[in-house]
T-cell receptor, first 112, second 110 residues
Framework: DAKTTQPTSMDCAEGRAANLPCNHS???????VYWYRQIHSQGPQYIIH???NNETNEMASLIITEDRKSSTLILPHATLRDTAVYYC?????????????FGKGTLLTVNP | SQTIHQWPATLVQPVGSPLSLECTVE??????LYWYRQAAGRGLQLLFY??????ISSEVPQNLSASRPQDRQFILSSKKLLLSDSGFYLC?????????FGPGTRLTVL
């Protein structure tokens, strides 16, 4: 799997949008971009994934650059409960090939 | 809806003792199943994954083993625990394109 680079930590004010960047310059054509988050002392939680097109669900939006070398996870209105470590992962996905390699992620702290 | 269970939630074991952690998934069939470990202050490390009953793939050599006796049951075992086995053990299941994690077992080896 390709490796990703994320900032170690970020801060965001409550109610504002949180934009978390991720670089994955060696991503292969068949690899998806996944985002997970881990709130302290809990298991990781799936947020969103995408291949080429931008994606949106009830939790977040995922913006992938045209060359697919970077992406941004957007939490449109961050709350205190969004404080967590956010992991950007690239993986080929599907069947027995679907394995996730978690890096150190970005610690997002949402401040009141 | 699908639910994943792990037990026990916490466990304190002496060095050299055996280990058995259980994970079960409800509401789905033939899921991919995974065991991860997160040591204190470190990232998640994939230990084992399974694509079906009796099919186990090991990612990291260690004194742990995994078994899948039933479609929706995944067990992590050790015959003799080491201090370095302490950590947060997470089971996950995957329908296709994402993984869903259980609540985890916090293991302390003394």
């Amino acid at each position: 799997d390709a490796k990703t680079t994320q900032p170690t930590s970020m801060d965001c004010a409550e109610g504002r949008a949180a934009n978390l960047p991720c670089n994955h310059s060696t991503i292969s054509g068949n690899e998806y971009v996944y985002w997970y988050r881990q709130i302290h002392s809990q298991g990781p939680q799936y947020i969103i994934h995408g291949l080429k097109n931008n994606e949106t669900n009830e939790m977040a939006s995922l913006i992938i650059t045209e060359d697919r070398k970077s992406s941004t996870l957007i939490l449109p209105h961050a709350t205190l409960r969004d404080t967590a470590v956010y992991y950007c992962i690239v993986s080929a996905g599907g069947g027995s090939n679907y394995k996730l390699t978690f890096g150190k992620g970005t610690l997002l702290t949402v401040n009141p | 809806s699908q639910t994943i269970h792990q037990w026990p939630a916490t466990l304190v074991q002496p060095v050299g003792s055996p280990l058995s952690l259980e994970c079960t998934v409800e509401g789905t069939s033939n899921p991919n199943l995974y065991w991860y470990r997160q040591a204190a202050g470190r990232g998640l490390q994939l230990l084992f994954y399974s694509v079906g009953i009796g099919q186990i793939s090991s990612e990291v050599p260690q004194n742990l083993s995994a078994s899948r006796p039933q479609d929706r049951q995944f067990i992590l075992s050790s015959k003799k625990l080491l201090l370095s086995d302490s950590g947060f053990y997470l089971c996950a299941w995957s329908p296709e394109m994402s993984q869903y994690f259980g609540p985890g077992t916090r293991l302390t080896v003394l």
